[in-house]
Every structure is written in structure tokens, then in C-alpha cells.
């Protein structure tokens, strides 16, 4: 029976990674690699746990911070020759959705979120908004128990640039006013 789909075999398995990981900015875990690469239903799992260490063997990937993988300059090297293998929709997709977690993960590491249980039995949330040149804003709220600390701070994490823009917006209103 013919496979359906663009990967046929552990060569196109290991091309695929290697065009995803010239595009990751950052370490990514074996299960990042293979939702960033799930972008054909012949695409197993497996086949990924098979292809990454046969590419960290091969000097195509390297290990680093535990668990998590960047590809090497020979990896790069190789990739580049062979991604035009790749079918156009699958190379496609896997771009989209790099794109999508190289956002993400840039966007997480400039808001930061923490819960600090009180003696009194409440909780502090220290939420803070940072970017390129450093702090923004950083917040403290008190919230009556653990639940709604958490809650605070997932949705700042969420909302983070909103608070900000608001409480700007908020503030500035106010100047103006005192201008007149």
C-alpha cells in the first residue's frame, strides 16, 4: 500500500528537521522538534525520536541544556542543500509554524510572573512586563488565596501588554487634564 503524504522515509524525516532547526532561535525539546515538524500525516513520533540522536551521532544536532537541541553549522550547512526536497506545503507549514514559536517564546521571556505565598496566609503576585532595553512595569498584587494568585498571574501573562497599555493610557489621560 502507497504511504499518503509528503515523508516517505527517515531521509525526508531528517531534512524536515534540519529545515526546522535552521529556523528555531532557540533550544527546542524532542517534543517541540516534533510539533514543529507535524506538518504531514506520514510524520510519526517515533520517526523523530528515531532521526535526532542518529542526527546528533551524525554532527548534524547537538545536545545542549538537557534535553533540548540546536543544530550545528554542519547541520546548517547540509539543511541548506537539501530542504528544496521538501514538498512546498510542508516546508510551508513548518515555517508558519516556527515563526509562530519563535514569537512566542521571545514574548515569554519578556513577561515574568511570580506567586509568594504570605505569612498571613495570602499570596503576593509580582508581575512584571520587560523588553529589549529592560523593565516596563512591574506590578504587585495581593490576591486572598493560592487559586486566584495563580489566575492573576495567567492572565497577565496573557494580558500583559493590555495591562500595560492601559494603565498608561490610564495615566497619561490624567496629565493631560492637569495640563489644562
Do not use: W
Not at 56 to 74: M, P, Q
Not at 108 to 127: A, N
Not at 139 to 163: C, M
Amino acid at each position: 500500500m502507497q504511504r499518503l503524504g509528503f515523508i516517505h522515509d527517515m531521509l525526508d524525516v531528517k531534512v524536515l528537521i534540519l529545515c526546522v532547526m535552521a529556523r528555531v532561535n532557540y533550544p527546542v525539546t524532542m517534543q517541540q522538534i516534533y510539533e514543529l515538524c507535524y506538518q504531514d500525516d506520514c510524520l510519526s513520533y517515533f520517526d523523530v525520536c528515531t532521526a535526532i540522536p542518529e542526527m546528533v551521532k551524525s554532527g548534524h544536532l547537538k545536545e545542549v541544556e538537557g534535553e533540548c537541541y540546536e543544530i550545528t553549522e554542519k547541520g546548517r550547512a547540509d539543511g541548506a542543500l537539501t530542504e528544496d526536497s521538501i514538498a512546498f506545503t510542508v516546508k510551508q507549514r513548518a515555517e508558519n509554524a516556527v515563526a509562530r514559536f519563535n514569537r512566542q517564546i521571545r514574548r515569554s521571556s519578556f513577561v515574568k510572573t511570580q506567586v509568594i505565598p504570605r505569612e498571613s496566609g495570602d499570596y503576593s503576585v509580582v508581575m512584571a512586563l520587560d523588553d529589549e532595553m529592560g523593565n516596563l512595569m512591574t506590578l504587585e498584587l495581593l490576591a486572598p488565596n493560592q487559586r486566584q494568585a495563580v489566575r492573576l498571574s495567567r492572565l497577565f501573562e496573557k494580558k500583559a501588554e493590555a495591562v500595560y497599555n492601559l494603565t498608561m493610557a490610564e495615566l497619561l489621560d490624567d496629565e493631560d487634564e492637569l495640563d489644562e
